[in-house]
Antibody, heavy 121, light 107 residues
Framework: QVHLQESGPGLVKPSQALSLTCTVSGGSISGPDFYWTWVRQPPGKGLELIGFTYYNGNTYYNPSLASRVSIPVDMSRNQFSLRLTSVTAADTGVYFC?????????????WGQGIPVTVSS | DIQLTQPPPSLSASVGDTVIISCRAS??????LNWYQQKPGKAPHLLIY???TLQSGVSSRFSGSGSGTDFTLTISSLQPEDYATYYCQQSYSAPFTFGPGTTVDIK
């Protein structure tokens, strides 16, 4: 059973960078079959894909966030991370890491529990 | 980006009812449509993928149908644990957008 766990600070000041890490257990992130993704959810609102990485280090970022986001991967630690720069209050929400299958109909089958992040001075 | 709509935003139903939740895409997405259940304070949980394939371990009370632009999630014999928000998601083209969700609450 794959398990994902987010970690990082729950409070970030405006204009600073948000950095989170997702630790994966029960499966390797170095295989070709999955995307490793970040999804966020503002308070009381719906879900938004931030972006994803996969085994060869390639990445995809949502165009709405692409200028501020990076998703590096650390194969040796079976972790991937999220870095979001120049944050504002609009970046407040719960951040989930999740695994998605890489096939004809990709689907997000395992999720972390989510980590709440507040942007405030 | 492909937009997904899920009217209505909420609906009320009783235990034992059959509930049908709709999702419409702004352009054809063939059958690249997933359904998730989310309860307050929890992560989304995959129910259905590829429009109609039941995820392993999910109750057979859940079923999905549709193709192209119109999709439905059906919950047969609604149970107390089914009160939640349901999101559709398209995986036809990035950025793999989600619908706004439909909340099923107690009638």
């Amino acid at each position: 059973q794959v398990h994902l766990q987010e970690s990082g600070p729950g409070l970030v000041k405006p204009s600073q960078a948000l950095s989170l890490t997702c630790t994966v257990s029960g499966g390797s992130i170095s295989g070709p079959d999955f995307y490793w993704t970040w999804v966020r959810q503002p308070p009381g609102k719906g879900l938004e894909l931030i972006g994803f990485t996969y085994y060869n280090g390639n990445t995809y970022y949502n165009p709405s966030l692409a200028s501020r986001v990076s998703i590096p991967v650390d194969m040796s630690r079976n972790q991937f991370s999220l870095r979001l720069t120049s944050v504002t209050a609009a970046d407040t929400g719960v951040y989930f890491c999740a695994r998605a299958t890489r096939d004809f109909s990709s689907h997000w089958d395992f999720w972390g529990q989510g980590i709440p992040v507040t942007v405030s001075s | 980006d492909i937009q997904l709509t899920q009217p209505p935003p909420s609906l009320s139903a009783s235990v034992g009812d059959t509930v049908i939740i709709s999702c419409r895409a702004s352009q054809t997405i063939t059958t690249s449509l997933n359904w998730y259940q989310q309860k307050p304070g929890k992560a989304p949980h995959l129910l259905i993928y590829a429009a109609s394939t039941l995820q392993s371990g999910v109750s057979s009370r859940f079923s999905g149908s549709g193709s192209g632009t119109d999709f439905t999630l059906t919950i047969s014999s609604l149970q107390p644990e089914d009160y939640a928000t349901y999101y559709c998601q398209q995986s036809y083209s990035a950025p793999f957008t989600f619908g706004p969700g439909t909340t099923v609450d107690i009638k």
